[in-house]
């Protein structure tokens, strides 16, 4: 990254208007009160875990509360932080010109048309069977760190149910198109986004090879490191 002029990101943080994300995650579906039921009857597991248990979960909404809940059973068995904010603050600290494979009007129009019936459906399955959740997400990350790309992107096609269109395989498309877009105008550029996206018949890799460029990985070297 430090001989590269530009940083490409999973979205383009420079567009972003807390203001209108605000307005627009306040006004998205919240759950139900199955849920928040069950969410109650499961405190206690969360407790003797030692996981974060949410706060206001009634004005959560349903996107934001299936994030952190993810992130509270999937993250204690990983690190803290996160690999896209470490990225940003070095672009930013290097002076490297920031944007995004997805326009903020893009991540907005998912965030609007997702199937909260079936995220909400996850959750309670999720709260439902906690340490059967954990144990795949701790799958999910053994087949990250062993570079297994394809496998990897068809778990997370089924995380995403009835979603994986829109989540998974339309924005694999548009990230292939934009990135064989900079790929053509500039040479010196990283581009970060969700390793999920990466494998897979409709993955980005297998876009990008259909499109004649050539890929390869780099995966046993950065683990020898």
Same mark, same amino acid.
């Given at each position: 990254? /430090? @001989?590269? /002029?530009?940083?490409? =990101?999973?979205?383009?943080?420079? &567009?972003?208007?807390?203001?209108?994300?605000?307005?627009?995650?306040? +006004?998205?579906?919240?759950?139900?009160?199955?849920?928040?039921?069950?969410?109650?009857?499961?405190?206690? !597991?969360f407790r003797k875990k030692g996981l974060k248990f949410p706060a206001y979960p009634e004005q959560s909404p349903i996107f934001?509360?299936? @994030?952190?809940?993810?992130?509270?059973?999937?993250?204690?068995?990983? /690190? +803290? =932080? /996160?690999?896209? %904010?470490?990225?940003?603050?070095?672009?930013?600290?290097?002076?490297?010109? $920031?944007? =995004?494979?997805?326009?903020?009007?893009?991540? $907005?129009?998912?965030? &609007?048309?997702?199937? !909260?019936?079936?995220?909400?459906?996850?959750?309670?399955?999720?709260?439902?069977?906690?340490?059967? *959740? @954990?144990?795949?997400?701790? *799958?999910?990350?053994?087949? !990250?760190?062993? =570079?297994?790309?394809?496998?990897?992107?068809? %778990?997370?096609?089924?995380?995403?149910?009835?979603?994986?269109?829109?989540?998974?395989?339309?924005?694999?498309?548009? *990230?292939?198109?934009?990135?064989? %877009?900079?790929?053509?105008?500039?040479?010196?550029?990283?581009?970060?986004?969700?390793?999920?996206?990466?494998g897979g018949k409709n993955g980005v890799v297998a876009g990008l090879r259909k499109r004649g460029y050539k890929v390869k990985?780099?995966?046993?070297?950065?683990?020898?490191?």
């Amino acid at each position: 990254m /430090s @001989s590269c /002029s530009h940083y490409y =990101g999973e979205m383009d943080l420079t &567009q972003v208007d807390p203001h209108i994300l605000l307005k627009i995650q306040q +006004d998205l579906p919240k759950p139900e009160k199955k849920l928040l039921k069950i969410l109650t009857q499961k405190e206690s !597991y969360f407790r003797k875990k030692g996981l974060k248990f949410p706060a206001y979960p009634e004005q959560s909404p349903i996107f934001n509360l299936y @994030s952190e809940l993810t992130t509270t059973m999937w993250t204690r068995n990983i /690190s +803290d =932080g /996160s690999i896209d %904010e470490a990225l940003l603050k070095y672009a930013l600290a290097k002076g490297l010109t $920031i944007s =995004g494979l997805e326009t903020f009007e893009d991540q $907005i129009a998912i965030m &609007q048309s997702i199937n !909260y019936k079936e995220l909400e459906k996850q959750i309670i399955s999720m709260l439902k069977h906690p340490r059967k *959740f @954990s144990k795949k997400m701790d *799958f999910m990350l053994d087949i !990250y760190l062993k =570079g297994k790309m394809n496998k990897l992107s068809n %778990e997370a096609i089924q995380t995403t149910a009835s979603n994986k269109k829109m989540m998974v395989k339309n924005r694999n498309k548009i *990230f292939t198109e934009k990135i064989e %877009e900079i790929i053509e105008r500039q040479e010196n550029c990283l581009i970060s986004f969700g390793a999920g996206h990466l494998g897979g018949k409709n993955g980005v890799v297998a876009g990008l090879r259909k499109r004649g460029y050539k890929v390869k990985g780099m995966y046993n070297k950065l683990l020898k490191q």
